[in-house]
């Protein structure tokens, strides 16, 4: 669990040894639960015993219980879900994870894909549990509330949900009571009876009440438990406890007072002091309340409160932390109000001085406001205010920003800076600005400010300069950023490298990109920022597969997933690019088996993150897949969904691969007119044929493709002369275009389009040609798809060219991927790269059937090592699953 | 506090009793519209009273008056 965590809030609490056994109660949630009720809610007003009947149903159940103890601040939805996925990891640590990753990265999604997710986590549980939520009248927050009720309507059947709560939830539970899925106990049901009450107050509280007297104490609680716990404290020692049970009457709150009046003024001075001044405390621990009281032994205090039943309730097994009941906390804090406001203060300020050196931030900021220590508070908060946001806090951090007064919140360019780096990653840019506006006022105010807070504004500047679109502002900044950054602030270093690889991203500027993307990857991995990180591999990934070096962008896919995975915290969205990145380089090789667990996988995480243009890019993905694989419904399906996803705002890069997408299949269909009116509306000119602008952007590639699979298809059915001609002079600039800028994957498919545009208009020389250079592209990095995808008319010059290659494995391994059959008699020593021993021990338990996590057992690697060799072997044998290469394989005499 | 007891609550406007109940943590029965003002009934402890008039907050509407009488 990540250190900023309380465990307390998670720790089912101890059930009380000395209770009154509520057997009728337990056996009613038994008979739900076995009934399929899905949820059971304890609803009672404060004092009826609830969390002691949960418990002690949970006590004799056969089935483990996740329980998450809620607060007020609680209402931060980030927070919230945080410990919702950490009460869940303690079912089975891998629940949850996707949502702890999306927070962690300072991301929060929509409550729909919260729930979606959560759903989707709980599906996977091994084994049937209950997820206790306790004080859930406290939740009020419309977005934590709004996922609950989504999650309520499709909870999965191995999930028994309780909540315990002052109020019914604001959760429609009118519909879950009419379809009988809901077990209710009340306070009607949690009150004592007269044999209750009895054995409670004789049994339980020591006392020897006549039966009388047991009556009409019964009679004047109404069975409310704390009010006869409070009574039994007050009769011990009473000689006359007919004449005391008189004198109780009105109301609860009024026999609250007055008998918590009572008990305090029989304890002994020091323990009704140490009540007193603990109880500003929400979780008390001894040496807390040592820091607090100023005391040495209130370890041993809490321990005898525990003894005399004074309600204080343990929060963990070792018996380190406990609270006061809530009923009898609030009392405290109204006459702790008697000692002064001076004193009180000084209570929260020793209370937030312990929590600050626990590592508690958000604890120990409360207790500086409580203070009203602004200055405290202020320090406090913009020392922790970055991992707090980053964590998903915003919406604490802006209720603590509302609680200063005016005047002792000066513009502070620490916090105004991490505004605008929350904002920069939820993509919120008007208001990055607004606060990068604030920050330059703030640090002009300074006079002399720290270089590092200049190179921070200078960063998210240059950052913000990519999303902008203004290359040459963004250089320049990053750069200054660099320059005036520590060298071993690698924090700012990562992110100054950041907004420079943008800046040459937009200008197509690859050697440069690629050069500042490592070296944001390498500081942030120093800094140890997952996020940026992340993104940053990304974009190294992507523009790897937009440069033709898939061999890149493989390698830095797999070695961040390899990180991802070894690591023990969650992982963020982003990297949903990463996985979407290894499954485009396998499409490219024509690995289909695995593509479509890596496409799902990369998109549930772009929903996640709440980020379109990763779900839009993921429907693409899936709709070429689906097409690969002959679906052609399907596939429509999915483009047309990505259609649908792109009217609700993505970035304009994503525009044209949408575009391709559409193209692609509706030529599949014979609809040339709907392609080129797509063409048209994302962009291009027709004017009878294709206008080839002036300047090509390297962005609109998708679409100038599209153009030529276009001309291509109309040249085929001879429905248009002029387009076989203008999709030639198109393909040449293309071609001109991409060589200069070393765009490889633009370059190597434009050329293979151009081989069919020859073929068509009678040139086999130059198709050869044409060919001949994808092939020099394609074979270092595995392309085959790209041949592939655009039509069998390039085999009988791969048969030609076979004759005159050297190129032959690889013009093999095209043919067997067009499903001509391989020549034969090829033996192992033939394969273009042999297979290496540790590979060939691979295939070999391949064969033998085994998976792929018992083979990393086997040879000691790691699982994802083991998927990275099998998709190196299907590679090298020219196969796409493993049935194909074993079978190969033995017909070669490998294994 | 702990008795089921007959709420009736009065709310300025209109409304319809699918509409109260599609969300809602008890259903609500509506007993009379009349002059601008709907009066709903439900029968419940305390806890669900006060659960049904955070719900009816929620959904923006005006609260007029709450009466209680015991379930009979």
């Known amino acids: 669990m990540p250190p900023y965590l309380l465990a307390t809030k998670l720790h089912q609490p101890a059930l009380p040894p000395q209770r009154v056994h509520r057997l009728a109660l337990v056996r009613r949630l038994d008979e739900g639960l076995q009934a399929g009720h899905c949820l059971s809610l304890i609803s009672a007003p404060a004092g009826f015993g609830k969390t002691t009947c949960v418990l002690e149903w949970l006590a004799a159940l056969p089935r483990p219980a996740a329980w998450l103890s809620l607060d007020s601040a609680d209402n931060d939805p980030a927070r919230f879900f945080t410990y919702l996925a950490a009460a869940l990891h303690k079912i089975d640590p891998s629940l949850g994870r996707d949502i702890e990753g999306t927070l962690q990265s300072g991301q929060l999604p929509a409550p729909e894909a919260i729930a979606a997710a959560l759903v989707n986590d709980l599906l996977q549980a091994r084994q049937p549990f209950i997820l206790v939520l306790d004080d859930f009248h406290l939740i009020q927050e419309p977005a934590v509330l709004h996922t609950f009720e989504t999650l309520l309507a499709n909870l999965p059947p191995q999930i028994h949900l309780v909540i315990i709560t002052r109020e019914d939830p604001q959760l429609p539970l009118a519909r879950l009571r009419a379809h009988n899925r809901l077990t209710e106990i009340r306070a009607a049901d949690l009150r004592f009876s007269g044999t209750d009450t009895a054995a409670f107050l004789n049994e339980v509280m020591g006392l020897s009440l006549a039966l009388d007297e047991v009556v009409e104490l019964e009679s004047r609680t109404e069975g409310w438990i704390v009010g006869l716990q409070l009574a039994g404290l007050s009769m011990r020692g009473n000689s006359d406890p007919a004449a005391f049970i008189n004198k109780l009457s009105g109301s609860h709150r009024h026999i609250l007072n007055y008998l918590t009046e009572e008990v305090l003024q029989r304890l002994p001075e020091d323990l009704h002091t140490f009540l007193l001044q603990s109880s500003i405390l929400d979780k008390l621990h001894g040496d807390l309340c040592d820091a607090v009281t100023g005391r040495s032994d209130s370890g041993q205090l809490l321990e005898r409160l525990l003894t005399a039943n004074l309600f204080l309730i343990p929060l963990d097994n070792e018996q380190q932390w406990y609270r006061y009941h809530h009923l009898f906390a609030d009392l405290l804090r109204s006459y702790l109000t008697r000692l002064g406001k001076t004193q009180v203060a000084g209570l929260h300020q020793r209370a937030a001085a312990w929590y600050a050196q626990a590592g508690f931030s958000g604890e120990a900021i409360q207790h500086a406001l409580d203070a009203e220590d602004y200055p405290l508070a202020l320090s406090l908060l913009e020392a922790n205010i970055m991992p707090l946001l980053m964590r998903g806090y915003a919406r604490t951090v802006e209720s603590w920003l509302k609680s200063f007064p005016p005047e002792a919140l000066p513009s502070s360019p620490r916090t105004e800076l991490a505004f605008a780096w929350m904002y920069l990653l939820r993509g919120n840019y008007p208001l990055v600005d607004l606060h990068l506006d604030r920050a330059g006022q703030a640090l002009a105010a300074l006079g002399e400010a720290p270089d590092s807070l200049n190179a921070e504004l200078l960063c998210l500047r240059s950052n913000l300069s990519f999303v902008k679109g203004l290359p040459q502002e963004g250089i320049q900044q990053a750069q200054r950023a660099i320059e005036l950054a520590s060298p071993d602030d690698h924090f700012l270093l990562g992110s100054a490298y950041m907004g420079l690889g943008g800046a040459y991203r937009l200008m197509g500027d690859y050697p440069r990109l690629q050069h500042s993307y490592r070296q944001a990857i390498h500081h942030n991995r120093l800094a140890g920022n997952f996020l940026p990180e992340m993104l940053a591999v990304s974009a190294v990934t992507l523009s790897a597969i937009l440069y033709g070096q898939l061999s890149v962008a493989l390698e830095e896919s797999l070695q961040a997933i390899q990180q991802m995975e070894n690591s023990v915290s969650s992982y963020p969205p982003i990297s949903a690019t990463v996985y979407g990145a290894v499954g485009l380089v396998y499409y490219e090789r024509n690995l289909l088996d695995d593509i479509r667990e890596l496409f799902a996988k990369s998109h549930r995480l772009s929903r996640l993150s709440g980020h379109n243009a990763g779900v839009v890019y993921g429907k693409i993905l899936v709709s070429r897949c689906e097409q690969a694989a002959g679906r052609l419904e399907e596939a429509e399906h999915a483009a047309r969904e990505a259609l649908d996803l792109l009217a609700l705002g993505a970035p304009v890069w994503i525009a044209p691969e949408v575009a391709e997408q559409q193209v692609r299949i509706l030529l599949a269909r014979d609809q040339p007119a709907a392609a080129e009116a797509i063409l048209v509306q994302f962009g291009l000119k027709y004017e009878n044929s294709i206008c080839i602008p002036g300047r090509l952007e390297y962005q609109a590639d998708p679409l100038y493709l599209s153009a030529l699979r276009l001309a291509l298809h109309r040249g085929r059915l001879r429905t248009e002369s002029n387009s076989i001609r203008s999709a030639l002079a198109l393909a040449d600039v293309l071609i001109e275009a991409a060589a200069a800028d070393l765009r490889n994957g633009t370059l190597l498919k434009t050329l293979v389009l151009r081989a069919h545009v020859n073929i068509l208009m009678g040139h086999p020389a130059a198709a050869q040609d044409d060919l001949l250079r994808a092939m020099e592209i394609g074979e270092p990095e595995g392309y085959i798809r790209s041949f592939l995808d655009e039509g069998p008319a390039l085999i009988p010059l791969l048969k030609q060219a076979y004759l005159v290659s050297p190129q032959k494995a690889y013009i093999l391994r095209l043919l067997d991927a067009f499903g001509v059959p391989a020549a034969t008699g090829r033996t192992a020593a033939q394969l273009p790269e042999p297979l290496t021993e540790r590979e060939a021990e691979v295939l070999r338990a391949i064969a033998e059937g085994l998976k792929y996590e018992e083979i990393a057992t086997r040879l000691y690697i790691s699982l994802n090592t083991v998927r990275f060799y099998v998709k190196t072997i299907y590679g090298k044998l020219g196969v796409n699953n493993r049935t194909r290469a074993v079978d190969k394989a033995r017909r070669l005499g490998i294994i | ?72």
């Open chain 2, 1 to 72: 506090m702990t008795d089921v007891c007959r709420y009736a609550i009065t709310i300025l406007g209109t409304v319809t009793e699918e509409d109260l109940n599609t969300t809602s943590p008890l259903a609500v029965t509506v007993a009379e519209v009349a002059n601008d003002r709907t009066q709903v009934t439900l029968l419940s402890d305390q806890a669900g009273m006060v659960g049904v008039i955070r719900h009816l907050h929620g959904l923006g509407l005006i609260l007029l008056s709450i009466d209680r009488t015991p379930a009979l």
